[in-house]
């Protein structure tokens, strides 16, 4: 019997010869783990079904004109565009019709329904990533165009080529159709909007158009132009009155010269007789023409100054008018007091043509007089036109517009609209070019950068880590369980736990004496044990391989 130690003896520390010791103890339970770790993980790594990877990568082609000549109307970067489009195409629906279109997932069919085999295929075997850009084009200061990749994993590698080949196709299909459809909805609605603008546009220029109509003359626009019509019509006023004063200055002179030939004509007539009285009433007469000039001049400078409704206007028109009368008075009274004619004598050549003469020139002034009674009476009614056209834009500006808020609001909102419609004009036709552009392909679209592949190796599972894992793990195991045997073993191995747990002196050391026949046997034994262990575990791990080989595609 060994000797036991004590549950009260404390063990003591060990060495790497007591780890030898244990490890050489304990073998058979070190390596039946390891070897049982290793036959299992072999045969899982190897009856674990192939999962292939095809890969098929798709960049995104710039326009093939410049942003800045036709900027596109639709602004969605790489990753919400790849996930629009991901959210389109991987839906239920079309997920159902590529795995009942290609067959996939057969057995698990059986046994799974299918929205669970849809999910399984969305979150786990199906991936769009987009490609790592280096570092150069991260640093680059220009827009870079990167890629992404779709990724589909399946246990048939050529399936999974033609499952990638189909979602590539959905992707660049669905990516021209998606984004024709989205440029020319934005075209649409901008296009709506411009319609909707043109026409308050063109409600707010009627309005306009309307107040102006009923307010001729009165807007606060056209006021510096009845002040420049103004101006100008008093002007024209100011030229008719020097005329209408040369007129009445050239008519004097030509009723002076009229009165002056008549009294020449009266003297050949009777010369002595007429003598006096043609000079008193010569006296008067040019006192009146002299007072007539006075107010005349006065008239011209008060109507410079003044208009006619100012009664200093009116005033002097008054004594304008009865010194005129007073004067044709003069004339008529001159007329009456001629003397009667002298008893008809012969007149002699001489005087018969000076009194022809006189009489011609008598006729003549008198036209003159008239011409210019019918220059002046056009004058006249130019004056009347002037006066009229005059008070006419006075009261233009003297007048108030009706309703001027009102047109200032129509203004103001005219011309908000007509901003609005120009930034409206100008984002319809920049879409529309946008628009044009995507319907000729020439936009920003994508295009297949690398065809799906043919993986030639799975991706999974990764026998060499399972096995290498597997055996770890086996070791692990091997170890837990000698050390759990050593820690419950308690009797003492060696010279070392004698001196130790004893503290006694060794005097001699007697070895461990057993039978032979009993040795061999217990060794046959064991061999024979792990021969057969080694053989069937060789065998199945054979088995699993050949299995794995023969039905590879």
């Given amino acids: ?72 109307n639709v602004n969605l970067d790489l990753q919400g565009r790849v996930n629009s489009l991901a959210q389109l195409i991987l839906n239920r629906a079309t997920l159902a019709n590529i795995i009942n279109t290609h067959g996939l997932y057969k057995k698990q069919l059986a046994r799974r329904p299918l929205d669970d085999l849809v999910e399984q295929m969305r979150l786990r075997d199906l991936k769009v990533v987009p490609v790592e850009q280096s570092l150069n084009q991260i640093q680059s200061q220009q827009r870079q165009y990167p890629a992404f990749e779709i990724r589909f994993a399946y246990s048939d590698r050529f399936v999974a080529q033609k499952v990638t080949t189909d979602l590539v196709a959905r992707f660049l299909e669905e990516n021209i159709r998606e984004g024709s459809q989205r440029t020319v909805s934005t075209t649409q609605f901008l296009r709506d909007q411009w319609e909707q603008s043109k026409k308050k546009l063109d409600a707010l220029e009627q309005r306009i158009s309307e107040f102006r109509t009923h307010n001729m003359g009165r807007l606060p626009e056209e006021q510096q132009n009845n002040v420049q019509q103004l101006t100008a019509l008093e002007s024209q006023r100011l030229n008719l009155n020097m005329s209408m004063n040369r007129v009445n200055q050239e008519r004097l002179l030509n009723e002076n010269q009229l009165r002056i030939y008549r009294e020449q004509l009266a003297s050949l007539k009777d010369p002595s007789a007429q003598q006096a009285v043609v000079q008193q009433n010569n006296d008067r007469l040019a006192e009146k023409d002299r007072e007539i000039a006075q107010y005349e001049d006065s008239l011209e400078a008060a109507r410079q100054r003044y208009k006619e409704t100012h009664p200093d206007v009116q005033r002097l028109v008054s004594l304008l008018a009865a010194a005129r009368k007073q004067r044709q008075e003069i004339v008529s009274q001159e007329e009456a007091r001629k003397p009667d004619p002298p008893p008809q004598r012969a007149a002699s050549p001489q005087f018969i043509r000076e009194q022809r003469e006189l009489a011609a020139l008598v006729e003549r002034t008198q036209g003159l007089i008239q011409a210019k009674d019918l220059e002046m009476d056009d004058y006249r009614k130019q004056a009347v036109q002037l006066d009229a056209s005059t008070r006419k834009y006075q009261a233009r500006l003297e007048s108030v517009p009706l309703g001027i808020k009102e047109y200032d609001e129509l203004i103001r909102d005219r011309d908000l609209a007509k901003k609005d419609y120009e930034d409206l004009d100008r984002r319809l036709n ?50 837990c369980l000698a050390g759990t045997r050593e820690l419950q073993d308690s009797a003492l191995k060696n010279l070392k736990d004698i001196r130790a747990y004893t503290q006694l002196p060794i005097l001699a050391a007697v070895p461990l004496l057993e039978n032979d026949l009993v040795v061999r046997r217990r060794r046959r034994l064991a061999w024979m044990a792990w021969s057969a262990a080694s053989i069937a575990g060789a065998f199945i791990m054979s088995g699993s391989v050949v299995y794995y080989y023969a039905t590879r595609l």
């Fill in 1 to 72: 019997m060994e000797p036991q130690l004590t549950s009260a003896a404390k063990r003591r520390p060990l060495d790497l010869e007591d780890y030898v010791d244990i490890a050489r103890r304990h073998k058979a339970w070190i390596l039946g783990p390891i070897f049982a770790a290793l036959v299992a993980s072999v045969v899982l790594a190897f009856l674990w079904p192939d999962t292939y990877v095809s890969v098929a990568t798709i960049r995104v082609v710039p326009p093939q004109v410049p942003e800045n000549f036709v900027p596109a």
């Fill in 430 to 479: 920049t879409s529309a070019m946008a628009t044009a552009l995507e319907n000729r392909q020439a936009g920003e679209r994508l295009e297949q950068l690398d065809p799906p592949s043919l993986p030639q190796t799975p991706a999974e599972p990764r026998r060499p880590l399972i096995i290498g894992l597997g055996t770890s793990l086996g070791l692990v195991i091997g170890l």
